[in-house]
């Protein structure tokens, strides 16, 4: 589902994924973060900040008040539990990527 969307987004825009920053709860299960790793084909970025959402309103408020002077420095802040790089074969990732899309081809709606 996830390389469904990504893929879609890059097709849409015409700019490729270069990695995938993830955070939130799901994001700490190592077994699923590898996976989505292998699937999409692109490094996963996992954040040391669980939910950083509020992290990410702080900083937008931080750079609007004139507290950080630019994007760039927020970046430089940027705090990274672990890197997860693709390592599944690739004629292995095709496989179960097409049994995915043949199980939501059987339960579309027509």
């Known amino acids: 589902q ?11 825009s015409g700019i490729s994924l270069g990695e995938l920053r993830v955070d939130g709860g799901p994001t700490r299960n190592n077994f699923l973060m590898q996976f989505q790793a292998d699937m999409l084909g692109r ?3 996992r954040s040391s900040i669980e939910e950083i959402s509020a992290l990410g309103s702080a900083f937008m408020a931080g750079l609007a008040t004139g507290f950080w002077k630019s994007l760039e420095e927020i970046s430089e802040r940027r705090m990274i539990d672990k890197t997860f790089r693709p390592d599944m074969e690739r004629g292995k990732v095709e496989t179960l ?9 059987r339960v579309r709606i027509h």
């Open 2 to 12: 996830v390389k469904d969307v990504t893929d879609l987004m890059g097709e849409g």
């Open 43 to 45: 490094p996963i970025v």
């Open 97 to 105: 990527y097409a049994g995915w899309k043949k199980a939501v081809k």
